[in-house]
């Protein structure tokens, strides 16, 4: 592997401050949004959240992740049959007491109208392995390396003025056959994307307070 000199432009003290500040403020506004209008997401944009990322750290750089994009209608009529399919059963016979009571305040239930209302699905899949000449290539700290790229994705989202939310109906097994995804490739995150419903709505949450999620030694 051939090696390049890195190029750093070193920010201000006030500098990296001011900046920091405006992105964790960004982020504070960001919340999982349930109610979508049916406005389009610029081509662009897509692109542009994707390319950030795909510049995600991941395991000996083998970025075990696959984006799939979804917007058409048909797909995502299919998509939210299958997964309300599936939330139903969670609902109604897997899911415990104390995680259906902690799931009651949202007012959430297996009904997921956002799954075709959103005018783009992100579905992100991880690859355990790539087939490379007729061969199997392992990849390595897959879950973490595709987590972190959500994250990025995520933020990515946030600063290019789009809503977003993390949506893991389970099993996720249909999202391989309605998209028909080779075998290496499982789903990991459904993340539905665009612009909130006027009447959009989002439950009043409080985050940790920094001394409760942060020790400094």
Not at 16 to 37: H, P, V
Not at 130 to 137: L, M
Not at 187 to 210: C, D, Q, R, S, T
Request: proline share 6%; net charge positive; charged share 30%.
């Amino acid at each position: 592997m051939k090696f390049e000199r890195y190029s750093f432009k070193k920010k201000s003290p006030q500098d990296m401050i001011t900046q920091s500040n405006e992105l964790m403020r960004e982020m504070l506004n960001r919340r999982s949004i349930r109610d979508f209008s049916s406005e389009e997401i610029p081509e662009m944009v897509i692109k542009n959240v994707l390319k950030t990322a795909m510049t995600a750290p991941s395991g000996a750089n083998k970025q075990p992740w696959k984006f799939v994009v979804v917007k058409d209608e048909n797909i995502k009529k299919k998509i939210r049959i299958a997964a309300e399919k599936e939330e139903k059963k969670f609902y109604e016979h897997r899911a415990t007491e104390e995680w259906l009571k902690d799931l009651n305040k949202f007012g959430t239930d297996w009904n997921k109208p956002f799954l075709e209302n959103a005018p783009a699905l992100i579905i992100v899949f991880r690859q355990s392995y790539d087939n490379i000449g007729g061969g199997k290539r392992k990849n390595y700290y897959v879950n973490e390396s595709v987590g972190i790229a959500c994250g990025f994705l995520l933020m990515a989202l946030q600063n290019a003025g789009l809503v977003s939310l993390t949506h893991t109906p389970s099993p996720m097994g249909f999202l391989e056959r309605i998209l028909k995804r080779p075998k290496n490739e499982k789903a990991y995150l459904l993340i539905p994307v665009g612009f909130p419903a006027e009447n959009a709505e989002v439950p009043l949450l409080n985050k940790k307070a920094y001394n409760r999620s942060v020790e400094v030694f």
